[in-house]
């Protein structure tokens, strides 16, 4: 079973429109953290923000927000005022545990947004 | 300024052949993972390695083999036992801390193509 789903493969945006991608997450351990990645075409990935699962507020980092749900399981990122440099592959991951171990990052497929003017 | 340098950035190879791509990093970083990217697949964990001389398996390592002799470096060879090495490849870093929020650092990319 997948372990982060993104439902989105693409979607297409009106700039200065309020964008929100879809990531939901599958795990037993009590103790995870989830991260939003950018990509733009250049091929890095840039961080955008982190939930942990015993934050108690909703993270948010300029105009990015995560809509933090967790008896849904879900953690969608949501992007105020879309610009068109925010066209990209978005990553929605996740980490197990409480950071003491060295696994990497589990990732989502990714959802390309595409902002129109 | 610090962070991850790759290279090199393209690398054409014929099948058979093995081929090694660099991963440097001078975060001071202890954990370093090299991740494939297939399109629309995500990115899927090849190796990572916690310190010097220790690296462990990710998902799918078969037909990769990688190296830690420095805490900087992390140099991943795609063997020709790999039946299907065309992807991008990315390698990343990160703070070894429990507590730490653990958000991976990621160098720019190297990008294989098997002709």
């Known amino acids: 079973a997948q372990k982060i789903t993104q439902t989105q493969p693409g979607m297409f945006v009106q700039e200065k429109e309020a964008v929100t991608l879809d990531c939901t997450y599958d795990?037993?351990?009590?103790?995870?953290?989830l991260f939003w990645y950018k990509q733009p075409s250049s091929g890095e990935m840039i961080f955008l923000i982190y939930q942990g699962s015993y934050d108690q507020q909703n993270a948010t980092e300029g105009r990015y927000s995560l809509n933090f749900q967790k008896a849904r399981k879900s953690a969608n990122l949501v992007i105020s005022a879309s610009q068109l440099g925010d066209s990209a592959m978005y990553f929605c991951?996740?980490?197990?545990?409480?950071?003491?171990?060295?696994?990497?990052?589990?990732f989502g497929k990714g959802t390309h947004l595409i902002i129109q003017p | 300024d610090g962070g991850i340098t790759q290279s090199p950035k393209y690398l054409f190879r014929k099948e058979g052949q093995n081929v090694t791509l660099s991963c440097e990093q001078n975060?001071?970083?202890?954990?370093m993972y090299w991740y494939r990217q297939d399109p629309g697949q995500g990115l899927r964990l090849i190796y990572y390695?916690?310190?010097?001389?220790?690296?462990q398996k990710g998902d799918i390592a078969e037909g990769y083999s990688v190296s830690r002799e420095k805490k900087e470096s992390f140099p991943l060879t795609v063997t020709s036992a790999q039946k299907n090495p065309t992807a991008f490849y990315l390698c990343a870093s990160r703070i070894f801390e429990t507590g730490y929020r653990g958000e991976l650092f990621f160098g720019e990319g190297s990008r294989l193509t098997v002709l």
């Open positions: 991951a996740m980490r197990e545990g409480t950071g003491g171990g060295a696994d990497g990052l589990t």
């Open positions: 795990t037993s351990d009590p103790s995870y953290g």
């Open positions: 390695s916690q310190i010097v001389n220790d690296f």
């Open positions: 975060l001071n970083h202890d954990a």
